[in-house]
């Protein structure tokens, strides 16, 4: 199954509808959705290195704009759903030491946390709680999330092919590293905010 999914990424790095896809996935994983955009990105930029600064661009773009609609939850809906995501995430007796650290830190917060694996939409419900200035929101936003994208592009860009060949050789064994990523990611928030 593991590698069926594999190939469906990589060769779905050439059809029309591969960019929807990329760009929902990027979009919700900023507001709403647990899975990171990487998982449909790296396949993607490994079967087409070529391609891979458009699909950090459309990372980018998505996920800011996702980003945007997270900070809508925390500012505009934080009573009702915002409240029930972070409940959902367990986190919800930590928000308002989250909150405070705002006023000193917010920008360091935002580039920091859109860089890293942990959860990047418990930023943006955060941020849009906690009042933070939407411009410098939506700025550190693209800085943080352009970085992490467009890391991603350089590496494959570059070393697509050795990258590609590697993964292929041990694609249970990435698949595990990057799972474990990810959840490292939600400790490390639960343990942080």
């Not at 779905?12 to 896809?21: E, S, V």
């Not at 909150?99 to 000193?104: D, K, M, N």
């Not at 709680?129 to 939506?138: C, H, K, R, T, V």
Request: proline share 4%.
């Amino acid at each position: 199954m593991l590698r069926r999914t594999y190939d469906w990424c990589i060769a779905a790095a050439d059809k029309p509808y591969a960019l929807w896809i990329l760009a929902a996935v990027a979009f919700a994983e900023s507001s709403f959705f647990p899975v990171p955009p990487d998982i449909m990105l790296l396949p993607m930029a490994l079967a087409r290195p070529q391609r891979a600064w458009l699909f950090a661009t459309l990372c980018t773009i998505a996920s800011v704009a996702g980003g945007v609609l997270g900070y809508a939850i925390g500012a505009l809906l934080y009573d009702s759903l915002g409240q029930w995501l972070i409940h959902l995430y367990g986190l919800g007796g930590k928000v308002e030491a989250f909150r405070e650290s705002y006023a000193q830190w917010g920008a360091w917060i935002i580039i920091g946390k859109g860089l890293t694996p942990i959860p990047y939409k418990l930023v943006t419900i955060t941020s849009g709680f906690a009042g933070y200035d939407i411009w410098l929101f939506i700025l550190c936003s693209i800085i943080a999330r352009g970085s992490r994208f467009f890391i991603v592009a350089i590496l494959l860009n570059r070393y697509g092919d050795v990258i590609r060949r590697e993964i292929e050789k041990r694609l249970g064994l990435w698949v595990a590293i990057g799972a474990a990523v990810i959840v490292l990611g939600f400790v490390i928030a639960f343990r942080l905010v």
